[in-house]
């Protein structure tokens, strides 16, 4: 039976040697790595297949100081990538234990420590609940028949302007508490009522969302706790989804030293995934603070944060504006006005929506079309 270090090194071995590749970056982490060197080594070869780039020795070595390690691990013999399965369950179970072990240790901290047994008692489930949810990954709000993808989907609220079509990228943009995350939710609720919807977030656990969208009947909507673009892949090409909601995109990735280039990045790989799969994608966007800084608070597209590439890369683009944000109405109904800022194959324009934040639910209230392409 192989042992922790093993079972981290012949996973290693697997992916720069391009064996069982998807499997490995769907189920494995940083975390799941013990030794540093070799979990530094998991993360350069994990960003080089994600850049497109060479996995080799060279392009390894280039980024870390441990090149004989990389040699060791990568020279792998057929044997040992049978043990590749194995080694991933293994590593798995250790990161689990771990765990496990933390929140003994918390429980015995918090006995001591003035806490009464009720509240001790729900930390603990809410601890093992959430270990329990992460690795499930995929949870399913309620039950229902599936209906085949591939045709367009029609949105009652933008009907006028477009359909959500597959490999399309959708970019919904809007300052902070804008709306971006009801509008989705209400999109996503409603289409599933005949479609299977996929909707990736980490603002949000699965109870939570459930009670926002007060969902009363049976419908084809999923959600997803991870931003892992392997995880994203996997699930979509496993499940056979007709639409996909993400929330947000500059979740997605790490800060790096250039954001820009990362996030332009992102939204490439999100285009290719919607084309790969033959599906619509629609991403929540941040608007970047120039914004507040203007008498006219209307947001237009060079007010996508961060990066040009996301407007370029999108096939439509809308950009959420209230009234209400800006004088700070505790009321719980206001107009929502959504400016159809980019469409690359119709009209742009506005719609105006009614928008019921108790119930989380739009509706038109006015449509303005100010273009009509050939």
Not at 163 to 170: D, E, P, Q, T, W
Not at 334 to 346: L, Q
């Amino acid at each position: 039976m192989i042992d922790s270090l093993n079972a981290e090194k012949i996973v290693i071995g697997a992916l720069i040697n391009g064996y069982k590749t998807d499997k490995i970056l769907t189920e494995l982490r940083e975390e799941n790595f013990q030794y540093p060197d070799l979990r530094q080594i998991f993360t350069v070869v994990k960003e080089l297949i994600r850049d497109k780039q060479a996995v080799d020795y060279v392009n390894i070595g280039a980024k870390i100081n441990c090149y004989s390690l990389v040699v060791e691990v990568g020279d792998i013999t057929p044997g040992e990538l049978t043990a590749v399965d194995s080694a991933i369950e293994l590593l798995k179970e250790l990161t689990t234990k771990r765990k496990l072990k933390r929140i003994a240790e918390d429980l015995n901290e918090m006995s001591t420590n003035g806490q009464t047994a009720k509240d001790t008692i729900t930390w603990l489930k809410n601890q093992l609940d959430a270990l329990i949810i992460k690795d499930k990954k995929v949870q399913k709000l309620s039950e229902v028949n599936y209906t085949n993808p591939g045709q367009e989907i029609e949105s009652y609220e933008f009907k006028d302007f477009f359909s959500f079509v597959g490999g399309n990228l959708y970019i919904v943009a809007g300052r902070t508490s804008m709306g971006k995350t009801a509008l989705l939710l209400h999109l996503a609720r409603e289409i599933a009522k005949k479609r299977k919807v996929l909707f990736i977030t980490l603002e949000m656990s699965f109870s939570e969302l459930a009670k926002r969208l007060n969902i009363t009947e049976d419908i084809e909507l999923y959600v997803i706790d991870s931003y892992n673009y392997w995880d994203i892949s996997s699930t979509i090409r496993e499940q056979k989804f007709d639409i996909v909601f993400l929330d947000y995109l500059q979740r997605l990735g790490t800060k790096g030293e250039n954001r820009n280039q990362e996030l332009g990045f992102l939204a490439r790989e999100l285009k290719d995934l919607a084309r790969t799969h033959n599906i619509p994608i629609v991403v929540a966007s941040q608007l970047n603070r120039q914004v507040e800084y203007r008498a006219d608070k209307q947001p237009k597209l060079a007010d996508l944060r961060d990066s040009g590439e996301i407007e370029q890369e999108a096939d439509i683009v809308l950009l959420l504006y209230r009234d209400d944000y800006y004088t700070n109405s505790e009321l719980n109904e206001s107009i929502m006005t959504v400016y159809v800022s980019k469409n690359r194959n119709g009209p742009t324009g506005e719609v105006k929506l009614w928008y019921d934040k108790a119930r989380n639910y739009f509706t038109r209230y006015q449509i303005t079309t100010v273009e009509d392409k050939v």
